[in-house]
Every structure is written in C-alpha cells, then in structure tokens.
C-alpha cells in the first residue's frame, strides 16, 4: 500500500503493559497500610480519578474507577480485590476498558523499620477501542499514559500517606 500507513496487526499479548517497580516511603509499614487503607480519601487525593467508588480495603470489594491521564481519553475499569493480607499484599484482577492483574505488595525495609518499600506488578491488556488503537499504533503514548499515572500517583501519594500516618494510628505491621 503506497500512501498509507497499515496499522500493524498485533496480537494482544504484544499490547500488554507491564510493570514491575519498587518505591521507598518515609513511613512504617503500617502507616502506609492505614494510608492505603482510607479509599474515602481516594478522590481527594488524586485529581486524575475521575470516578471512584469503593466500600473498602478487603477482599472480595469491587471498585469502580475512571482515570483521565494526559491523553485524549479516560480509561474505566474495574477492580475486584481478589487477596487482601493487611500490612502486606493486595491482590486485584483489572476489567473494562482494561483487562488484567496487579498486585501490591508491602514490604519491610531492611534496618529501617520507620520505612517500607512497596513493590508494584501489573500485567494490563488495553480492551476499549481508542486504547487498542493507541497501543497498536503508537505503544510509546499507552506506555506514557501507563507510567503518567504511577509515577504522577505514588508523588501524589507519598505526602498523603505522611499526613494520614499522623492523622490515624498504624496498623501493625
């Protein structure tokens, strides 16, 4: 085809985001946990949530989002908490405009105990037409919008969980 640009065919595991990170917080565990565990603060806290609707932290909850990342359309999904361990590990499967797992995990900081790190996995698999077609076409932009919003939320999130480690008392941990 001579003028025009194919759309590459892709399979959609080749669509597939994945992370793999690791973020250090000022805060012990389990004022970290306490943080994470105040969902009605959510929406506050993070202005590119457009929508959120949760009960709470456990498993088997449902929450409902709609995210806005600097790009030309919102992404709305699903959460379903499939594993809950307080202080240590959330579990979730992703549907809707995108389908796949993450995972979140609390981990001790070695010597450090007024710390923690937090180790975040995710396998996520545009499902939504326009997402598709960005993924397909420019994977760069999906990636950015992807890490747009982990990088832009974990910043946003770390004076929150600071001020929410005073504001409540920490689980155990």
Do not use: K, N
């Not at 506050?44 to 949530?49: A, I, N, S």
């Not at 950015?144 to 832009?152: A, E, M, R, V």
């Amino acid at each position: 085809m001579r003028g025009r640009t194919a759309l590459p065919t892709t399979r959609s595991d080749r669509l597939e985001i994945r992370s793999d990170r690791r973020f250090h917080f000022d805060v012990p565990r389990g004022a970290f946990w306490a943080a994470v565990a105040a969902v009605e603060d959510y929406r506050g806290w993070w202005p590119w949530l457009r929508l959120f609707e949760a009960r709470s932290l456990t498993a088997g909850d449902v929450w409902t989002c709609q995210v806005q990342p600097p790009l030309p359309y919102a992404l709305r999904f699903t959460l379903r908490l499939e594993e809950v361990v307080p202080v240590q590990l959330i579990r979730a499967t992703v549907s809707g405009d995108l389908h796949g797992e993450a995972t979140l995990e609390v981990l001790e900081d070695a010597g450090e105990p007024s710390s923690c790190q937090v180790r975040l996995r995710s396998a996520l698999t545009p499902a939504a037409t326009l997402p598709r077609l960005v993924a397909t076409a420019a994977p760069g932009v999906a990636r950015f919008g992807h890490d747009w919003i982990l990088d832009t939320g974990i910043r946003q999130f770390r004076d929150r969980a600071r001020r929410t480690a005073v504001r409540r008392p920490p689980l155990p941990g």
